[in-house]
């Protein structure tokens, strides 16, 4: 079976770089100039990369509407931005983020390990505490109100490791390598904006977490 990636790039020398290679891969590619008809264009897609710096609708913009219209294909985004207030707004939807300049095998690296996660999700949702978790379609529902709950790419897979790891006390070096594929720097903040993110959209009361414990100088675990 073909994988059909939705590739959303403006600059013509770079776009013919990256999609010559993703079809020597033998991945099929829809390449747009613009994120315009990016929503139009995305059916059938299985990844999305999507570039920050395009004409009219910006990267950010683009990106929250796919998400939104189709919250089960992960999301990478590429930038020469690389100051940690841009990353943080990408990774809001965004699945993984990939700075300008990029090494190809890391750039064709991501991609593989995105399709292979979200080849493995699981259709049987997973009860934790008020809210009902489908795994295959980013889904979750909170049954308090039986309203749906949209997290960003980063959110929903840092939510579905701890998941998985029910019961367990995960660190945040764990959690961010496992989530980010990068190294852990003491320090970083980037894994606690994340939670706190998180914490806003699924607990009942965030100042009073029941879901996502911290367990402090640690990492954090989710009760079952």
Sequence with gaps: ?????????????????????????????????????????????????LDVMLPGLDGFTVGQRLKKAEPSI??????????????????????DYVTKPFHLDELMARIEVLLRRSSTFSNV????????????????????????ITLSGKQFHIFMYLIRHLGQIMTKEQIYESVWGEPFFEGDKTLMVHIRYLREKIERDPSSPEIIETIRGIGYRVRG
Excluded at 9 to 37: M, P, T
Excluded at 125 to 148: F, M, Q, S
Aim: proline share 2%; glycine share 6%.
């Design 1 to 49: 079976m073909i994988t059909t990636l939705l590739y959303i790039e403006d600059d013509q020398e770079i776009g013919s770089f990256v999609e010559k290679h993703l079809r020597e891969r033998q991945y099929e590619v829809k390449w747009l100039r613009s994120g315009d008809r990016a929503t139009e264009e995305v059916e059938g897609c299985s990844l999305i990369i």
């Design 74 to 95: 992960p999301i990478l985004m590429l930038s020469a931005r690389t100051a940690i207030d841009d990353k943080l707004q990408g990774l809001q939807f965004a699945d």
């Design 125 to 148: 949702p997973t009860k934790v505490k008020h809210l009902l978790v489908y795994e295959a379609e980013n889904r979750i529902v909170n049954t308090d109100n039986e309203g749906e």
